[in-house]
């Protein structure tokens, strides 16, 4: 599943679209996680793609009289593409340019993903308006997150995976930062001190800040808009390295389920 770098890496390669004019909406298949608005081919033909913004996972594409929410999925991803590619199975929807022959293509095999249409205020819609703060925004910090945390019985990595907690730790990402913090993930909440709030909180924001400018994790079909893989894999520390040794201290890499998720630490450096 995209996380939050990715989606970021996604916004970011959209913005050659910027102050471009719809010329028109192909849309293929209608049923994703919500189904496609039928009217969007007219409502969006000759608007001017005015902002790319994100909020948590979902991409803002504010058009002049509204704006696109897209939420990636499971498996959906964005390409820019010129009129002469040819179609993939999977691609569902088409936005058109009239300049630089530039299409929005949406491919999604598992079509939970979803395209939502509206006119209000985008940060208002039920989706996004409960959402936790940005990671990488002054709002999250220890002293915001210590309060989040101290009547919570869950695990650690469960509760900073939680889009109400703070947006966008997903499971790859909360591995990352929790083995960077020396802290072991499934340590009950409200028994994690101060001190190491502090630590987890600098961990989160600087694991989000590199994966984003390696352009995100390519584990299985992730790519940026033209099709090139993400290189934060490969520095990856704990998440998929079961029996692997620990960069720190050689010692193999555990692995847990929590949650239904797997989640990898190490016994030695992380307590």
Not at 29 to 52: A, G
Not at 126 to 132: A, D, E, V, W
Not at 135 to 163: G, H, T, W
Not at 218 to 237: A, I, L, R, S
Request: proline share 4%; with cysteine; hydrophobic share 35%.
């Amino acid at each position: 599943m995209p996380e939050l770098p990715e989606v970021e890496v996604t916004r970011l390669g959209l913005k050659p679209l910027l102050k471009l004019n719809v010329e028109k909406v192909v849309i293929r298949n209608y049923s994703l996680r919500w189904p496609i608005n039928s009217s969007l081919p007219e409502v969006l033909k000759n608007q001017t793609l005015l902002d790319l913004s994100r909020r948590g996972k979902y991409i803002l594409a504010k058009f002049t009289s509204g704006t696109l929410i897209i939420h990636l999925g499971m498996s959906g991803r964005i390409c820019l593409v010129s009129h002469e590619e040819s179609l993939n199975k999977h691609d569902h929807l088409d936005i058109q340019f009239k300049k630089n022959n530039l299409i929005l293509r949406y491919h999604d095999p598992r079509r939970f993903g979803s395209i939502i249409w509206t006119e209000d205020d985008p940060y208002s819609h039920k989706l996004i308006k409960n959402l936790g703060p940005e990671p990488l925004k002054k709002e999250f910090n220890a002293e915001y997150l210590i309060v989040r945390l101290k009547n919570k019985k869950q695990c650690i990595k469960n509760a900073i995976m939680d889009s109400h907690v703070v947006v966008g730790v997903g499971n790859i990402y909360a591995s990352e930062a929790l083995y960077h913090a020396g802290i072991r993930p499934h340590r009950i909440s409200k028994k994690i001190s101060m001190k190491e709030i502090v630590t987890l909180v600098q961990s989160i924001k600087n694991v989000i800040k590199e994966a984003i400018i390696k352009g995100g994790s390519t584990m299985n079909d992730f790519f940026d808009v033209n099709g090139e893989n993400g290189y934060f894999q490969n520095d990856h520390k704990v998440y998929d390295r079961e029996d692997e040794p620990c960069f720190k201290c050689q010692f193999p890499i555990k692995q847990l389920k929590l949650g239904q998720r797997s989640s990898f630490f190490c016994k030695k450096c992380q307590k």
